[in-house]
């Protein structure tokens, strides 16, 4: 167990809708990260935010977006969505804001029909 | 453009054998270099960690080496388990573009008893 932890943990939507996805870091980490992975992309990363701030940006499409909460549990918003968007979204945290010694959670699981 | 890419997708070894994975790199500049391991349903795994300053770090039962003339990242696995048997990532990191993880493609690891 990483201390990182998602919910839901499966999520099954229809084209053209709205979901978030939530992430609670390890004690103590101020960095959350957002990845996804799927078949033919692999790990893609999305975004991470550091203390509430965004600190570094991946190929995160427009219509996905993110924040960091004062307490330092994340969100990640998934609008319109489109059948390509299925995949698994993973959440990582670290203590700092240099990416070392990221931790994953068990991730969420996104089906879009 | 930036890639992490695994030179074998597949690799099986006998119970207390030695394992070796390897792993191409393509941007000179990464400073950071992570394995992970991700066991079926689960997220990636922290696994080691080598600084571009660094050719070799050891943990436990386990051995990164860097080949930086080469761009060529190896993990070694001492006497191999069945519990070993997992995908096996290797990302890089540059310093100045804050904690992005660059994944390669993954290696299966499956481990005969």
């Known amino acids: 167990d990483s201390g990182v932890t998602q919910t839901p943990k499966h999520l099954i939507t229809a084209t053209g809708q709205r979901v978030t996805l939530r992430c609670s870091p390890r004690?103590?980490?101020?960095?959350v990260y957002w990845y996804q992975q799927s078949l033919d992309q692999g790990l893609q990363f999305l975004i991470q935010?550091?203390?509430?701030?965004?600190?570094a940006k991946g190929n995160i499409l427009e219509r996905f977006s993110a924040q960091q909460f004062p307490d330092l549990h994340s969100e990640l918003n998934l609008s319109s969505l489109e059948l390509g968007d299925s995949a698994l979204y993973f959440c990582?945290?670290?203590?700092?804001?240099?990416?070392?010694?990221?931790?994953f959670g068990p991730g969420t699981r996104l089906t879009v029909t | 453009g930036e890639s992490v890419g695994l030179h074998l997708p597949t690799l099986s070894v006998q119970e207390g054998d030695n394992s070796i994975i390897n792993c191409a790199y393509s941007?000179?500049?990464?400073?950071?270099f992570i394995w992970y391991k991700q066991e079926s349903g689960k997220g990636p795994q922290f696994i080691i960690d080598?600084?571009?300053?660094?050719d070799k770090r050891q943990g436990q039962r386990v051995t990164v080496l860097l080949n930086k003339t080469v761009k060529h990242l190896s993990l070694q696995i001492a006497a191999t388990q069945p519990g070993d048997s997992a995908v096996y990532f290797c990302?890089?990191?540059?310093?100045?573009?804050?904690?992005?993880?660059?994944f390669g493609q993954g290696t299966e690891l499956s481990v005969k008893p």
């Open positions: 990582a945290s670290s203590v700092g804001n240099r990416g070392y010694e990221q931790y």
């Open positions: 990302a890089e990191m540059v310093y100045n573009q804050g904690g992005k993880l660059i």
């Open positions: 935010y550091y203390n509430g701030e965004e600190r």
């Open positions: 004690s103590g980490d101020l960095s």
């Open positions: 941007n000179s500049a990464s400073d950071y």
């Open positions: 080598i600084r571009s300053n660094m």
